[in-house]
T-cell receptor
Framework: GENVEQHPSTLSVQEGDSAVIKCTYS??????FPWYKQELGKRPQLIIDIRSNVGEKKDQRIAVTLNKTAKHFSLHITETQPEDSAVYFC????????????FGAGTRLAVHP | DTGVSQDPRHKITKRGQNVTFRCDPI?????LYWYRQTLGQGPEFLTY????????KSRLLSDRFSAERPKGSFSTLEIQRTEQGDSAMYLCAGEGESGYTFGSGTRLTVV
C-alpha cells in the first residue's frame, strides 16, 4: 500500500547550520509532495510543496528536491534559526481528482542558539 | 485564522461514551478531509468528502466512526462507544482553489 518513510526522526543543529530531512515514497503514481511544519499543539502548516514535473523548488531559506526515479524527496533548510524548531512532516499524494495525503512519521528539528 | 474551524478544541470523555466533532471549512472548500494524529506520528487519513458525497473511507474508520457533510459545507465526525485507543488529535482539512488548509484540530482524550 501507500507508504512514506521519513528520516531522521530527530535532528539537532546549531543556529546558522543547514538541516536536511529525507523522505521516500512507495506509490510511483504519487505526483504531489508537500512539507508541513507543526509546532507544539498547533495545526500543520504548509511550508513548501513540489509537483512531479519539477525537480527542485526554492523559497528563501527553504528548498525541496525531488527524484522521481528513486522515489525520494528532501527538504533543505539553510541558515537555520531557533524559530525553525518544530516537527516537520513530508507527505505524498496521487492527485486522482483529490489529494489524500500520506504523511511520514515526522522529524523533530531542534535549532540551538 | 486559516478559515477552517473545528469545535471543540478539546474533549475529555469516559470510555464507552459517544462524541461528535464539527468542522467548518470556508465556502470555497468543495473537498473536505478528516485525519487522525496520535502523539509522535504524522496525520493519518480517515475520510474524504467531495461536496456532500463521502467518496473514500480509510480502513482506520471502524464501524464505530461515522462522518457526514449534509449540505456540502460543515462536516461532523462521530465516534460511538469510545475506546482509549481513540485518544488522538482529529484534524479536518479543506481544499479548494487556494489549496489545502488544516483546522486547529480537536484533541480527544478517552479516560
Amino acid at each position: 500500500g501507500e507508504n512514506v518513510e521519513q528520516h531522521p526522526s530527530t535532528l539537532s543543529v546549531q543556529e546558522g547550520d543547514s538541516a536536511v530531512i529525507k523522505c521516500t515514497y512507495s506509490d510511483s503514481a504519487s505526483n504531489y509532495f508537500p512539507w508541513y511544519k507543526q509546532e507544539l499543539g498547533k495545526r500543520p502548516q504548509l511550508i513548501i510543496d513540489i509537483r512531479s514535473n519539477v525537480g527542485e523548488k526554492k523559497d528563501q531559506r527553504i528548498a525541496v528536491t525531488l527524484n522521481k526515479t528513486a522515489k525520494h524527496f528532501s527538504l533543505h533548510i539553510t541558515e537555520t534559526q531557533p524559530e525553525d524548531s518544530a516537527v516537520y512532516f513530508c507527505a505524498a499524494s496521487w492527485s486522482g481528482g483529490y489529494n489524500k495525503l500520506i504523511f511520514g512519521a515526522g522529524t523533530r528539528l531542534a535549532v540551538h542558539p | 485564522d486559516t478559515g477552517v474551524s473545528q469545535d471543540p478544541r478539546h474533549k475529555i470523555t469516559k470510555r464507552g461514551q459517544n462524541v461528535t466533532f464539527r468542522c467548518d471549512p470556508i465556502s470555497e472548500h468543495n473537498r473536505l478531509y478528516w485525519y487522525r494524529q496520535t502523539l509522535g506520528q504524522g496525520p493519518e487519513f480517515l475520510t474524504y468528502f467531495q461536496n456532500e458525497a463521502q467518496l473514500e473511507k480509510s480502513r482506520l474508520l471502524s464501524d464505530r466512526f461515522s462522518a457526514e457533510r449534509p449540505k456540502g459545507s460543515f462536516s461532523t465526525l462521530e465516534i460511538q462507544r469510545t475506546e482509549q485507543g481513540d485518544s488522538a488529535m482529529y484534524l479536518c482539512a479543506g481544499e479548494g482553489e487556494s489549496g489545502y488548509t488544516f483546522g486547529s484540530g480537536t484533541r480527544l482524550t478517552v479516560v
